[in-house]
């Protein structure tokens, strides 16, 4: 592996900087797109550690009727926590994987990764930081997908994807659906309630919240 890309990787991910030259060299950088054919789908027996150097990667669930939900995103400077707990578990991957964007990522035969994690000591302080963020992140949703009203869902997630200077979301029913882990028609009529009472405008694949504040009342109300 050429010099270049351990620094280029080393800035994204600074504890990789500690792992020695001679550690790298079956390494590699590919650029992926969404049309690139992979195989990281569940129950994939993985053959590389997955280190996102640019781009968006989608990691969801599907259960046996088919239904898709999003436990998170990983992006750059990130790597997917369930994948590493595969690696180090030497088990099948729990999730499937969709690439967003156009991607650039870092890949690290298994073999090799797990004598990384034996010489570098950032490198496994990193791996086991992050697992605690997305534990954290997926029990958050849990909790909404168990306890929370759909309203709640639906105004949470939009809150969360909006700000007041961009008010537009492009989003279909399906693809919030999916976000959220529920049925298309569910969010359906969920965000006709909202667009009654005229806190969101929506249309052929857009949402726009109209008023952030009244939303946010909606939180705090079937927070109750």
Not at 105 to 131: A, H, N, R, S, Y
Not at 139 to 147: K, N, P, Q
Not at 190 to 208: D, T
Request: overall charge negative.
């Amino acid at each position: 592996m050429h010099p270049t890309m351990k620094e280029k990787a080393s800035t994204l991910f600074p504890c990789l900087s500690s792992i020695p030259d001679s550690y790298w060299m079956p390494c590699e950088v590919r650029t992926v797109s969404p049309s690139t054919p992979h195989s990281i789908r569940e129950g994939h027996m993985l053959q590389h550690a997955v280190f996102v150097l640019s781009g968006s990667v989608r990691i969801f669930k599907v259960n046996d009727q088919g239904r898709e939900i999003t436990l998170y995103r990983v992006q750059g400077g990130q790597n997917c926590v369930l994948m590493m707990a595969s690696i180090l578990g030497d088990t099948p991957y729990e999730a499937s994987a969709e690439i967003e964007a156009e991607t650039e990522v870092l890949l690290v035969p298994i073999p090799l990764f797990k004598q990384w994690i034996e010489v570098g000591q950032p490198l496994k302080q990193f791996i086991f930081g992050q697992m605690v963020e997305r534990i954290t992140s997926v029990m958050t949703l849990l909790d909404h997908i168990a306890f929370r009203p759909i309203t709640y869902r639906v105004a949470d997630y939009l809150l969360s994807h909006t700000d007041e200077n961009r008010a537009t979301l492009s989003i279909t029913h399906e693809q919030a659906a999916i976000e959220l882990g529920t049925a298309r028609e569910v969010v359906s009529r969920a965000l006709k309630a909202l667009a009654e009472k005229r806190l969101i405008a929506q249309g052929r694949g857009y949402i726009q919240v109209l008023d952030r504040d009244r939303l946010l009342q909606v939180l705090r109300d079937e927070a109750l």
